[in-house]
């Protein structure tokens, strides 16, 4: 069941922001679950406090360890991309490689 105001995105929304409150304090949204004018965007890490989708190259989600990609906004999407790493087998420091996500060394399996 589609509701506006229940705080989730739902087809035929732009946005929700939820109770009539929440909608008080959102720049972005309107209690009519449409974005407020000018407004490009209300949510995602590629959506900034002037709810404008961030240029393409911003960092939108930085790498974690030797295995992770970085992660850059396109400057269409208010979504950062999928979370992406290394290919399994690649070599990491300590004469490791990477797998699942992680650096693996002989080391850690001893």
């Known amino acids: 069941l589609k509701v506006c105001g229940n705080g ?14 929440d909608c008080k304090r959102n720049r ?7 974005l407020r004018s ?3 965007c209300d ?16 960092l939108c989600r930085a790498r974690e360890n030797e295995c992770d990609l ?4 396109n400057g269409t999407s208010h979504e950062c991309p999928e979370d992406l790493f290394v290919q399994d087998g690649t ?4 004469d ?9 060394s002989h080391n850690d399996h001893c």
């Open 96 to 104: 490791g490689y990477c797998y699942e996500k992680r650096c693996n």
């Open 38 to 40: 000018k407004a490009k």
């Open 43 to 58: 949510t995602g890490l590629c959506c900034n406090r002037k709810c404008q989708i961030q240029p393409s190259g911003t």
């Open 8 to 21: 989730i995105v739902e087809e035929g929304e732009q946005c929700d922001c939820g109770s009539s409150e």
């Open 28 to 34: 972005c949204c309107m209690p009519s679950c449409t």
């Open 70 to 73: 970085p992660e850059w906004c």
């Open 91 to 94: 070599s990491c420091p300590g």
